[in-house]
C-alpha cells in the first residue's frame, strides 16, 4: 500500500466521512462523558501496549462494552483515539490511521444501533439473562459483517481482487474471535452496570490479556516459521536468479489445489510450504550448472537431478513442516514411474508431491523463459490434461483448472517486492530436470 490507488483513497475519504456522520449527533445522546472518556483511554492502553509487545490485532472487548452500554454516537467514539495515536509501520500513515479509525467507527456504530433497537441497553441493566444474549449476538454479527463489509472493500479496490473473492471468507473467519470478545465485551457492561461499577468491569480485561499474550506467542512463533521458509526462498532466488519468483508461485498453486480438494487450513499451509521449498535443494547444486547457457551433459543432469534428496537433506529437521519433507523429495516422479530420484508409480508418490508436480509444471509454462514467451493459461491447462494419467495426477490437474475457472490467476511473489516499480524481472528459465516437459 506504498502506492495507494486514487480509487482506494476515495474510498477511505468516502468512510471518513460517513464516520464522522455517525458521531454527528453526539452531543444530544446524553452519554455519560466520563465513561466514554474511560472506555477510550482503556482502549488506546490496550491499542499501546499490543503494538509496543508486537501482539497484532485489535482488543475488541472494550470496544464491543461500548457498544452494549452507551448510545451508538457515544460507543462509536471510543475507538477514535486509540485507532489515531497506535503507530503505523508503514506510509501513508495519515491515510492508514483514518482507515483504521473510520472501519472501527463504522462497525462500533453497527453493532450499537443494532443493540440498542433490540433492547438490549435495558436487558444489560437488568442483567436480563438469557434475553440478553439475543441482541447481544445480533450486535456481534452486525459488528463481523460491518468489518467484512469494510475489509472486502479495500482489498477489491487496492489489490485488485475481484469483488467475489475479496470478500469471500472474511466473515466466517471473524466470528470465532468476534464471539469470543464480544462475551467478554458483554460481561464487562453487565459487571459495569452493577453495583460493583466500572473498577469491577475492568478487571475482565485481566483474563483476556493472558489469553491474547498466550495467542501473541503462536503468532510469533508462526512469523519465526515463515521467516525460515523466507529465509530458504531467498537463498535459492540468489543462487538461481533465473527462476526468481517461481517457488512462490507454486506455493500458491499448490495452496489453490489443496483447498480445491477440501483439505483443511492447517494441511494447506502445509502445501504451500511445500510448493515454496520444492527446489531449496538447489542450495546444493554448483552455480555453474543451474546458470548454463548450453545444454546439460549426462552428468551434468544427474548432478542437478540430486536436488530433491538435498532439499529433504535440508528440511528433514524443520519439524513444522510436516508432509511438505515428503513433497521436496518426490515432487519430480510421476504416475509411470519414468520420474526421480526413486522412480515411483502411482499411489507409491505421496499425495503432497502430486500436488505440487502439477503445480511446478504449470507455473513453468506460464512464466517466460530466455528461449520463449509463457503459455496462456488454457494452453497450460490444456498440456497438463494431455499428460495427465502418464505424467500428473488426473486429479490434481482437475482441482487446478476449477480454482483456475473460478479465481483465475494472479501470483503475488513477496520475492520481487524490491524490485522497482517498471523494472521487469529477468528472463527465467525451468529447472534443468524438467526441461524435457
Known amino acids: 500500500m506504498e502506492a495507494v490507488p486514487a480509487r482506494a483513497r476515495a474510498y477511505v475519504t468516502g468512510l471518513a466521512i460517513a464516520a464522522l456522520c455517525c458521531l454527528f449527533p453526539l452531543p444530544s445522546t446524553g452519554a455519560p462523558w466520563w465513561a466514554v472518556v474511560l472506555l477510550a483511554l482503556v482502549y488506546a492502553g490496550c491499542e499501546q501496549a499490543a503494538a509496543r509487545r508486537r501482539f497484532g490485532g485489535t482488543f475488541y472487548p472494550v470496544l464491543l462494552a461500548a457498544a452494549f452500554l ?149 503468532h510469533r512463533e508462526q512469523a519465526a516459521h515463515q521467516a525460515t521458509i523466507r529465509a530458504l526462498v531467498q537463498a535459492v532466488d540468489i543462487k538461481d536468479e533465473y527462476t526468481r519468483g517461481h517457488s512462490e508461485r507454486v506455493g500458491q498453486a499448490s495452496m489453490m489445489i489443496a483447498r480445491e480438494l477440501g483439505m483443511d487450513d492447517a494441511r494447506v499451509e502445509v502445501l504451500r510450504f511445500a510448493g515454496i521449498l520444492h527446489d531449496v535443494g538447489k542450495l546444493g547444486v554448483p552455480t555453474r550448472l543451474l546458470r548454463k547457457d548450453g545444454p546439460l551433459t549426462p552428468e551434468e543432469r544427474r548432478v542437478i537431478e540430486l536436488h530433491p534428496e538435498y532439499g529433504h537433506e535440508m528440511v528433514r529437521g524443520i519439524g513444522f513442516l510436516g508432509e511438505a519433507r515428503a513433497a521436496v523429495l518426490h515432487h519430480h516422479e510421476r504416475l509411470d514411474g519414468s520420474g526421480y530420484p526413486y522412480g515411483l508409480r502411482g499411489g507409491q508418490i505421496p499425495e503432497s508431491a502430486r500436488v505440487v508436480a502439477v503445480a511446478d509444471a504449470f507455473d513453468a509454462m506460464t512464466s517466460t523463459r530466455s528461449y520463449r514467451r509463457a503459455r496462456p493459461v488454457p494452453a497450460a491447462l490444456e498440456e497438463l490434461e494431455r499428460c495427465a494419467g502418464t505424467q500428473f495426477d488426473p486429479r490434481m490437474v482437475a482441482a487446478l483448472a476449477r480454482a483456475l475457472a473460478r479465481e483465475g490467476w494472479h501470483p503475488a511473489v513477496t520475492a520481487d517486492e524490491d524490485r522497482a516499480p517498471g523494472v521487469p524481472r529477468p528472463p527465467s528459465v525451468p529447472e534443468r530436470p524438467g526441461a524435457r516437459r
Open 70 to 218: 452507551l448510545p451508538p454516537p457515544a460507543a462509536a467514539l471510543v475507538p477514535v483515539p486509540g485507532a489515531l495515536l497506535s503507530p503505523v509501520e508503514h506510509h501513508p500513515h495519515v491515510l492508514r490511521r483514518v482507515w483504521r479509525a473510520a472501519r472501527l467507527v463504522l462497525a462500533v456504530w453497527a453493532a450499537g444501533s443494532v443493540h440498542w433497537a433490540l433492547g438490549g441497553r435495558d436487558a444489560v441493566a437488568m442483567s436480563d439473562f438469557p434475553y440478553a444474549l439475543v441482541p447481544a449476538s445480533a450486535a456481534l454479527l452486525a459488528f463481523c459483517l460491518a468489518l467484512a463489509a469494510l475489509d472486502g472493500g479495500l482489498l477489491a479496490l487496492v489489490e485488485r481482487i475481484p469483488v467475489r473473492r475479496a470478500w469471500h471468507g472474511l466473515f466466517v473467519r471473524s466470528l470465532a474471535p468476534v464471539a469470543v470478545h464480544g462475551l467478554a465485551g458483554l460481561m464487562m457492561a453487565v459487571l459495569w452496570r452493577s453495583p460493583y461499577g466500572p473498577v469491577a468491569a475492568l478487571l475482565v480485561l485481566l483474563p483476556m490479556c493472558v489469553s491474547w499474550w498466550v495467542f501473541a506467542q503462536y
